[in-house]
Nanobody, 113 residues
């Protein structure tokens, strides 16, 4: 089980980014998938969870209304659309199954003016 995240970068406050994560070594079709993030000195935290058919999602209050998870099961890929980004969203973002089975290298998101 291997994940490759991409799409991070430097963005100004209020900007948007779309992260992608492609799984290899297995099919995500029947798996709940998730996005986590980890800021320096902080624990890794869940920011999005999406069920196998993509019909049910969960977001913590810190990102609700700004982040949207989606998935393309045919391509074993999940996405995280992040809008109205804030400096406190700065972190390395990771995807995995839910519960997590393994981690990729993540993608850095930096929100700064």
């Amino acid at each position: 089980v291997h994940f490759v995240e991409s799409g991070g970068g430097l963005v100004q406050p209020g900007g948007s980014l779309r992260l992608s994560c492609t799984a290899s070594g297995f099919s995500i079709s029947n798996e709940a998938m998730s996005w986590f993030r980890q800021a320096p000195g902080k624990d890794r935290e869940l920011v999005a969870r999406i069920q196998s058919l993509g019909l049910i999602t969960y977001y913590p209050d810190s990102v609700k209304g700004r982040f949207t998870a989606s998935r393309d099961n045919a391509k074993d890929t999940v996405f995280l659309q992040m809008n109205n980004l804030k400096p406190e969203d700065t972190a390395v973002y990771y995807c995995s199954t839910y519960p997590p089975k393994s981690w990729g290298q993540g993608t850095q998101v930096t929100v700064s003016s």
